[in-house]
């Protein structure tokens, strides 16, 4: 039996749910740093870092502003409220371009983010990556 053609293409240009090299997004590790950590809920640090930011770990998958004892931004908060999660797609918009991705999601042009930073390139790898250490 023949797949029709158009099945053919759509299954070859469909993207796995996980797309993302962890051992690339480590490399990239450099570029958030300055601003978060990786440490593991026995106190284990994975990956040095600031505290401006939350600490990284177990966020894949996670409501987004739940990391306790962190202060967020009222946008955030509101985005949690309003059900982010951090999966693939919505982290990998979010670090790309952090006020652009909440002016979407809560639908306000004002709303901004307190993450400055834009990951220009390698986000899905930073997804695999922080996803990969807190198996």
């Not at 090299?21 to 870092?49: K, S, T």
């Not at 409501?63 to 919505?90: H, K, N, P, T």
């Not at 400055?116 to 922080?130: E, I, N, V």
């Given at each position: 039996?023949?797949?029709p053609?158009?099945?053919?293409?759509?299954l070859?240009?469909?993207?796995?749910?996980?797309?993302?090299?962890?051992?690339?997004?480590?490399?990239?590790?450099?570029?958030c740093?300055?601003?978060?950590?990786?440490?593991?809920?026995?106190?284990?640090?994975?990956q040095?870092?600031?505290?401006?930011g939350?600490?990284?770990?177990?966020?894949?998958?996670?409501?987004?502003?739940?990391?306790?004892?962190?202060?967020?931004?009222?946008?955030?908060?509101?985005?949690?409220?309003?059900?982010?999660?951090?999966?693939?797609?919505?982290?990998?918009?979010y670090?790309?371009?952090?006020?652009?991705?909440?002016?979407?999601?809560?639908?306000?042009?004002?709303?901004?983010?307190?993450?400055?930073?834009?990951?220009?390139?390698?986000?899905?790898?930073?997804?695999?990556?922080?996803?990969?250490?807190?198996?």
């Amino acid at each position: 039996m023949r797949i029709p053609a158009l099945v053919a293409v759509a299954l070859s240009l469909a993207a796995p749910a996980h797309s993302g090299d962890p051992a690339a997004g480590e490399r990239l590790w450099r570029q958030c740093q300055a601003c978060h950590m990786i440490v593991d809920g026995g106190g284990n640090v994975i990956q040095q870092g600031g505290r401006d930011g939350p600490n990284l770990y177990g966020i894949i998958g996670s409501r987004a502003a739940s990391v306790a004892g962190f202060r967020y931004s009222a946008e955030l908060s509101e985005a949690r409220d309003m059900g982010l999660v951090w999966d693939q797609a919505r982290f990998v918009d979010y670090v790309t371009n952090p006020t652009g991705f909440l002016r979407r999601f809560l639908d306000r042009p004002s709303a901004r983010s307190p993450m400055g930073f834009q990951m220009r390139a390698g986000a899905a790898d930073m997804f695999a990556y922080l996803r990969s250490v807190a198996r």
